[in-house]
Nanobody, 115 residues
Framework: QVQLVESGGGLVQAGGSLRLSCAAS????????MNWYRQAPGKQRELVAG???????TYADSVLGRFIISRDNAKNTMYLQMNSLKPEDAAVYYC?????????WGQGTQVTVSS
């Protein structure tokens, strides 16, 4: 089992920045890929960014160049640095970990962007 706890969400003005964190605990040795997803009201959950155990990254086109995903394996923590935030980035952001083909999810953290 893997437990994930997100933090760092909040209210920010358009153009501002936020840094989300995802702390993993439990069977962390089994985690391979970690991802950030988001879900806005009335929309499907979408992949924002992902990072492999080795550090390879992938980004949604909508955040490429503005968001940076990183991972500190020693601290069992994943981060999402969000810059130049736009109102359309507002959503609940979820941390996801893939371990032995199982998907684990955090409880989500709200990001609100005012225009």
């Amino acid at each position: 089992q893997v437990q994930l706890v997100e933090s760092g969400g909040g209210l920010v003005q358009a153009g501002g920045s936020l840094r989300l964190s995802c702390a993993a605990s439990g069977s962390i040795f089994s985690i391979n890929d970690m991802n950030w997803y988001r879900q806005a009201p009335g929309k499907q959950r979408e992949l924002v960014a992902g990072i492999s155990r080795g550090g390879s990254t992938t980004y949604a086109d909508s955040v490429l160049g503005r968001f940076i995903i990183s991972r500190d394996n020693a601290k069992n923590t994943m981060y999402l640095q969000m810059n130049s935030l736009k109102p359309e980035d507002a959503a609940v952001y979820y941390c996801n970990a893939v371990a032995y083909a199982f998907n684990y999810w955090g409880q989500g953290t709200q990001v609100t962007v005012s225009s």
